[in-house]
Nanobody, 124 residues
Framework: EVQLVESGGGSVQAGGSLRLSCAFD????????MAWFRQAPGKEREGVAA????????IYTDSAKGRFTISQDDAENSVYLQMNSLKPEDTAMYYC??????????????????WGQGTQVTVS
């Protein structure tokens, strides 16, 4: 069974940065779309950024544009989320997701087949 392993969460002050990492712990197909979602207490899950490994195309939710960057390392089957200029409203549990079908990145959760366990990001 495919599993995603996340790391990199933590607590930072507003304006700070964090880098989240997500890796497959087993085989992953050559072309896969991966994404980061987040969920704050009492709020719905929100897609933050997504990338399609086939061509590196990426999309972001409006609140992440200009501050967050999603990237991939095909050799290590990993995806990263560099988060800069963090704000208190970025506080949430962040989840990595992977989808094995489709050829475009998407922020629709139902398009993803596998999910990580989540990593907490707290901005004060």
């Amino acid at each position: 069974e495919v599993q995603l392993v996340e790391s990199g969460g933590g607590s930072v002050q507003a304006g700070g940065s964090l880098r989240l990492s997500c890796a497959f712990d087993a085989y992953a197909p050559a072309n896969v779309r991966m994404a980061w979602f987040r969920q704050a207490p009492g709020k719905e899950r929100e897609g933050v950024a997504a990338i399609y490994s086939g061509d590196g195309s990426a999309i972001y939710t409006d609140s992440a544009k200009g501050r967050f960057t999603i990237s991939q390392d095909d050799a290590e089957n990993s995806v990263y989320l560099q988060m800069n200029s963090l704000k208190p409203e970025d506080t949430a549990m962040y989840y990595c997701a992977a989808g094995f079908s489709g050829i475009r990145p998407t922020l629709l959760a139902q398009r993803y087949d596998y999910w990580g366990q989540g990593t907490q990001v707290t901005v004060s």
